[in-house]
């Protein structure tokens, strides 16, 4: 059975785009066929704004992985392409959250989906909806369009 996983990419070090298409390459890899890349935006940093802005997009695939499989390759994928964790909300080369995982809600130790700060976050949501305006938040019960609308949107279409 195919599983519809939801990724959100995120890079503020290095050659930013290069990043999120070398994750898309290995997501795609490791993980399941493409279904559909939102567009890359330009974000201001978000936690400690101390950092240089990011570029962010969404990814959805198909995938016969559970969500735990998920996440470790995705770890090991971050790992793989550079990624150092040194601080919460610090810079990074590579940052890849689970946001869905079909319409599933995960409590695990390390991994909660759908990823909890989603509503809050208009670098995730401007991405989600390019390719989901109409995906319902399983636990809000609104749109990703309808979260973003409640936002300021302080992103930028990036190419």
């Known amino acids: 059975m195919k599983n519809k996983l939801v990724l959100g990419?995120?890079?503020?070090?290095?050659?930013?785009?290069?990043?999120?298409?070398?994750?898309?390459?290995?997501?795609?890899?490791?993980?399941?066929?493409?279904?559909?890349?939102?567009?890359?935006?330009?974000?201001?940093?978000?936690g400690d704004v101390n950092q240089p802005g990011f570029l962010n997009a969404a990814i959805a695939i198909e995938t016969d992985k559970n969500a735990a499989d998920c996440f470790t390759l995705i770890k090991n994928i971050e790992k793989e392409l550079g990624r150092i964790h040194i601080k919460r909300w610090g810079p990074r080369c590579i940052d890849i959250d689970i946001l869905f995982y079909n319409d599933e809600?995960?409590?695990?130790?390390?991994l909660t989906i759908p990823h909890k700060n989603i509503a809050e976050r208009a670098f995730v949501l401007a991405p989600l909806v390019d390719i989901f305006p109409y995906l319902k938040h399983p636990l809000l019960n609104k749109t990703m369009s309808e979260l973003f609308q409640n936002l300021e949107n302080n992103c930028s279409l990036f190419i």
Request: aromatic content about 14%.
């Open 9 to 46: 990419l995120g890079s503020n070090l290095g050659n930013r785009y290069a990043y999120i298409y070398h994750a898309k390459l290995a997501i795609e890899k490791e993980l399941g066929t493409a279904g559909t890349l939102s567009n890359v935006y330009t974000s201001p940093p978000w």
């Open 105 to 110: 809600t995960i409590e695990l130790e390390y």
